[in-house]
Nanobody, 123 residues
Framework: QVQLVESGGGLVQAGGSLRLSCVAS????????MGWFRQAPGKEREFVAT???????YYADSVKDRFTISRDNTKNTVYLQMNGLKAEDTGVYYC?????????????????WGQGTQVTVSS
């Protein structure tokens, strides 16, 4: 069982930045695919970014060139640096983990989820 704890959300003005963190329990973090998803009010949860095999990264088109996913395997932590935030980035951001070193963009591919952290961008 893997437990995930997110932090770093908050209220920020449009154009601002936030960095989300997600700490995972377990000894095999480096072999896991890690993903970030978000859910806006009244909308379905959507893929944001994923990191796998230490170097693999993939982003949703809506956040490409603004968001950066990174991970520190020594700290069992994955980060999401969010720059140039827009009002449409508002939502609850979730960290997810899958015990496989490959790209996963569908939420069904992740068996482990954090509790979420709220990001609100004011325009």
């Amino acid at each position: 069982q893997v437990q995930l704890v997110e932090s770093g959300g908050g209220l920020v003005q449009a154009g601002g930045s936030l960095r989300l963190s997600c700490v995972a329990s377990g000894r095999t973090f480096r072999t896991y695919a890690m993903g970030w998803f978000r859910q806006a009010p009244g909308k379905e949860r959507e893929f944001v970014a994923t990191s796998w095999s230490g170097v693999g990264k993939y982003y949703a088109d809506s956040v490409k060139d603004r968001f950066t996913i990174s991970r520190d395997n020594t700290k069992n932590t994955v980060y999401l640096q969010m720059n140039g935030l827009k009002a449409e980035d508002t939502g609850v951001y979730y960290c997810a983990a899958a015990p496989t070193p490959r790209m996963i963009t569908g939420s069904n591919g992740y068996p482990y989820w954090g509790q979420g952290t709220q990001v609100t961008v004011s325009s």
